[in-house]
Structures are given as C-alpha cells and as structure tokens.
C-alpha cells in the first residue's frame, strides 16, 4: 500500500473554477483520495466563513487560511498571526487618505472602512459569495485581523512596499491585494499541521495556481500547479496538471500515483 500522504488544496482556481463551481471529477477524486487514507485539507487565502459550505461539501476539517495566518487542524484553531494592529491603523489612515479603501477580515466576519466603494464591489463580485458588507472603520480596533483586503491599482502596492516592510502585499484582483503579515504565508500555515503529524515531508502534496501559492509551491516536495494557473506559480512547482475544467485535481492526483 501506498504511504499515507497530506495532501493541501488551494481553493479559487483549484478547486473551484472562474465560475467558482466544484467540478463533479474533482469531488470524487477527493473523495477516492481521503477513501485510500491519505490526509485531505485546504490551504486558500480565503476567509474561514468564506468557504464554510465547500468545507461541509468535501467534509473537510483541516485548513490553512488568510494566506496561512489562521490554521485549523481537525476542526481545532492551532495558530493564529494577526496582522500588527498598530501598523494596521496607519496603513489605514495612509491609505484612507490616497483613496485606497481597506477590508479587515476578522475570523467571523468582514467590514470596509468606507461605505459602497467600486474597487471593493467589483473585487468581491469575482468571489461569489453571497454577503452583506457593511461599513465600519474601526472595526480593527481592539480585534484580531488576520488579513485585510487593500483596493488599489497595479503598481500602486509599491508605495505601501516600502513603507510598511512588516506586511506582505499579494495581489489577488487587479483592483486589490491582500494584506499579511511578512512573515506569514501559505507555506507556514502548512508547517503547523504537518509538524502535528507522522507523516514524511517527501509525502507532503499541494496544488495551487495563484501569486499567493508560491511559498507552498516551492516548500512542499510534491507541488503541482494547475494548468490555469499563473506562470510564477508554474515556474515555482515541481509539476503541472491541467486547468481546473478539464479535470486538473483528478490528473494531477494519478499523475502523483495516488489514484
């Protein structure tokens, strides 16, 4: 029998399309994979409350998310890095004053420091997930953010690159990046789970496609990148399977010899 492998995936691009749908080969070859022993868990820079019916779906307890910042193990919290909250409310002002709104993500919930913004309604539209955002630029007071979304242009991340070195900006939209702590990523999320477990680095496994999968990408021994993905992304894995649509989970899996 084949080693017991751990197996990360990544969410928008991966396992869910541009349309955010599930594709049916991709649940089944999920659900072949955690039949033949092998760990199942998700790494994504999404939100906990954002992929809670995908989780449910895939009946899936082990996750890294906020880019790694807040990691789940067995349905237990085992790590928590919000971002610095005093950094945090200057990145605010600085940016409030540039017209570059933010979005701090709590573990339960989400809030815009300004009220209906377009940058913040388009960048979100692409998620398709059905919230209500309501306004309140002081939610990052006296609370755990463990990531924030800042909407500004292409290029303009450069500014706050270089005056806040103790955050991360990754790009995620052309309208916005996401906002973590510079020492935090997917790639250490994953270390907090697998040092939990007898199970050997070479056996370790995570596909991903995106600018925030690079870390993981490059760490972990068995990494794929989807077809789909970004060019960084391919460059920064050992494989590379089909898109998402054209059964990439499924491929990438008998590509490993786990199916």
């Not at 890095?81 to 701090?104: G, M, R, T, W, Y």
């Not at 630029?137 to 006296?142: D, I, Q, S």
């Not at 052309?174 to 697998?194: C, L």
Request: proline content about 4%; aromatic content about 8%; hydrophobic content about 40%.
């Amino acid at each position: 029998m084949l080693d017991k492998h751990i197996v990360f995936f990544d969410i928008d691009g991966t396992l869910l399309n541009e349309e955010k749908e599930l594709p049916k080969s991709t649940k089944e070859a999920i659900a072949a994979l955690k039949k033949a022993g092998h760990e199942v868990a998700i790494a994504t820079g999404r939100a906990p409350f954002f992929f809670q019916n995908l989780r449910e779906e895939l009946e899936i307890d082990t996750y890294v998310c906020f880019n790694g910042q807040y990691v789940v193990y067995k349905g237990e919290v085992i790590h928590r890095n919000p971002l610095n909250s005093e950094l945090l409310e200057d990145l605010a002002k600085v940016s409030l004053a540039k017209e570059n709104p933010i979005v701090f993500m709590g573990e339960e919930e989400m809030k815009a420091n300004v009220p209906d913004h377009e940058a913040i309604n388009e960048g979100l539209a692409t998620l398709k997930v059905d919230m209500n955002l309501e306004h309140d630029p002081t939610y990052n007071k006296g609370r755990d953010i463990y990531q924030s979304l800042l909407f500004c242009e292409e290029g303009e991340e450069k500014f706050y690159e270089e005056k806040y070195s103790a955050f991360n900006f990754v790009r995620w939209h052309p309208r916005s990046v996401d906002v973590v702590p510079a020492e935090g990523s997917k790639a250490v999320g994953i270390r907090k789970v697998t040092d939990l477990l007898d199970i050997k680095p070479e056996n370790h496994v995570a596909f991903g496609d995106s600018l925030n999968d690079l870390e993981m990408l490059t760490e972990i021994p068995k990494s794929v990148a989807m077809g789909n993905g970004h060019s960084r992304a391919k460059q920064a894995a050992r494989y590379e399977t089909a898109a998402v649509d054209e059964d990439g989970i499924l491929k990438g899996l008998q590509m490993l010899g786990l199916l």
